[in-house]
């Protein structure tokens, strides 16, 4: 049986291309950027290639650009070193979201715990934060915005731009976790008045375990890794040169084929939508118009989403019920809640999250497995049967 891959939220597979370029970059290019000799030249070249095509597609210059093992570093390092230069102007206000990914919500509380207030603004049942929430938020005392550009388990896409000319005019840094959003949108850190933006390369056909922070030519930034000087001295540590270079190789190319893949996974995504829709007492979680090409997040009411993960597995679909870093928890998705469902419907929750190398084959495969499924799981469930005899009301 043909595996349906529909978690790409969580991960994806790396392209032929960035596989090529680091396999290559791994026999050839071994020598290390911070030597003087002709081999650690050579990988420097490489290294500095990789850095311009990352800033080419954020619209940055070359030296905004900081190689991490991933987002979640690039968040961390975003905002402690906002924290940190903002507490040595007696700033110690923090504005973010109730739905952000844990790597920027427990860096938050780590801050809160040394003293840092911070405002976690509403996202409303669309799941979206109000620019205006942000401008009443911001206080003299305030350090820091961090608002997420794409939210990895609905995918609602978020008024960046906006959010930004109000920090800009406020004279606010603001930091955005973009890792859901690069590789997928179009993201210009100029025109999106982006101070930091963190992105890493295993949500765009990248390899795992790298990543970027962007950091605006005048924002300063604080090394969370003491050692050598490279990353300008804000990121010690030798760099995984093929991991970087297999990032940008990835990089390039979804940029080259994005117009077109846009239109193609959204199209995907719509007849998913629209598929699971028929389901009834189920609802769309998010705003269905601003949202990533290629994710959708339902909740279905009366099931559990762990189940349903399970058949839909058996039936060689690979889904998920929320963030990977939830799974295995009994915790509901801290992001369903935020949009208002209660414990018990945010449990029967479904994230699927396509590619263009997805087909609209598999959507309908999809749409008629999850159909099935649900109604069989809620021909035994204990809570549909009181929800059917009125014991219970309907939520959704
Ligand atoms: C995946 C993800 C991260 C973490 O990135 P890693 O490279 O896995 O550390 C951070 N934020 C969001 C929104 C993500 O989806």
Known sequence: MKYIYADNAATTKMSEKALEVQIDCMHKH?????S???VGQDAKIVLEDARAVMAKYLNANPGEIYFTSGGSEADNQAIISAATFGERKGKKHIISSKFEHHAVLHTLYKLERQGFEVTYLDVYENGMVRPQDVADAIREDTALV???YANNEIGTIQPIKEIGAICREKKVVFHTDAVQAA???HIDVEADNIDMLSISAHKFHGPKGVGALYCKKGIPLYNLIEGGAQEKGKRAGTEDIPAIAAMAAAFEEVHQNMDENMVKVAAMRDHLISGLKEIEHSALNGDETHRLPGTVNFCFE???GESLLLFLDDRGIAASSGSACTSGSLDPSHVLLAIGRIHDVA???LRLSITEENTMEEMDYIVQSVK???SYLRSFSPVWEDLMKGKREFIL
């Open 30 to 34: 071994y020598g290390n950027p911070s």
């Open 36 to 38: 003087l000799h002709s």
């Open 146 to 148: 961090t608002i997420m």
């Open 183 to 185: 590789g997928h949108l």
């Open 302 to 304: 009366g099931i559990e």
């Open 347 to 349: 449990h029967g929750s």
């Open 372 to 374: 099935e499924v649900v």
